[in-house]
């Protein structure tokens, strides 16, 4: 099925276009640390011929222990992805979490994302359409990929159709997510590009206690499955060294892996 098309700093997601990625560091954990990851990944791209977004948060609102790293914050956050954008010419995403963030973060990034636990938030979603950026939604891990088409008529009430959905997963009980591949086809039928997301489909939120975990080993084969079931884009979080990383480093695909697996991706993607 063709989704429209959604075209941002030169990256076009959805209709015929080749498979697209979004790739990044969780969260910001330093100005040089993220630079380096950006230099890494726009010259993988490049080499592969497959078109990048960069992404790292400013801020994680939503860690489970009070004394988990957060981000470098709003402003400091935002000039650091500003840097990355300037200096690399490709288009940058990062989290937003409340209204007042929306009005900031949409004049820096080119793709505003809402994170999972925020989706029904209508005054939160509605100002997201408003602020005229394409919008990325995270699919809660509560909800049916059906219940996107709710999300999306919110969006599309402010004029704003540069709609992304992500697939993150489903709550298996406790601390356990499973990624469900019929939701990749449910959901392009609102007929909006639709992205994977293999970081946090293997995460266990909160299943260490006083931090979330995973297992990074299955991120490179649910990537692969939905490849094969067809998805207009892919969400990678990468780190050098993902057991030193500062959020969600268990799930994450070590970036010193990535260029043989976007070799295998975009070799199936481009099976029709």
């Not at 402010?158 to 997510?177: P, V």
């Not at 590009?193 to 975990?213: E, K, L, M, N, R």
């Not at 970036?255 to 697996?261: A, K, M, T, V, Y």
Request: charged share 20%; glycine share 10%.
């Amino acid at each position: 099925m063709t989704t429209r098309t959604v075209s941002v700093g030169g990256v076009e997601f959805g209709g015929e276009n080749p498979l697209a990625l979004i790739a990044g560091p969780c969260v910001i954990e330093s100005r040089e640390g993220c630079m380096a990851i950006a230099d890494e990944l726009v010259t993988l791209a490049k080499r592969q011929n497959i078109p990048l977004v960069f992404k790292a948060s400013y801020d994680k609102a939503n860690r489970t222990s009070i004394h988990s790293y957060r981000g470098p914050g709003l402003e400091k956050g935002l000039e650091i992805l500003a840097e990355i954008k300037a200096k690399y010419g490709v288009p940058v995403l990062t989290d937003v979490h409340s209204v007042e963030e929306i009005n900031i973060a949409s004049k820096v990034v080119d793709i505003i994302q809402l994170p999972a636990f925020l989706i029904r938030q209508t005054d939160f979603v509605v100002a997201a359409g408003e602020s005229g950026a394409v919008v990325n939604v995270k699919k809660a891990q509560f909800a049916a990929p059906w219940d996107m088409a709710n999300v999306v008529k919110k969006i599309e009430s402010t004029g704003n159709k540069n709609i992304m959905l992500t697939e993150r997963g489903a709550s298996f009980g406790y601390n356990t997510l499973v990624a469900d591949m019929r939701s990749l086809i449910i959901m392009r039928e609102l007929g909006y590009p639709v992205i994977f997301d293999a970081t946090h489909s293997v995460q266990s939120p909160g299943g260490q206690g006083d931090t979330s975990g995973g297992d990074g080993r299955f991120a490179p084969y649910l990537a692969k499955a939905a490849a094969a079931v067809g998805v207009d884009g892919m969400f990678i979080e990468t780190h050098p060294e993902p057991a030193k990383a500062l959020s969600d480093g268990p799930n994450m695909i070590p970036i010193n892996e990535l260029s043989n697996l976007l070799k295998k991706l975009k070799a199936i993607n481009e099976v029709k």
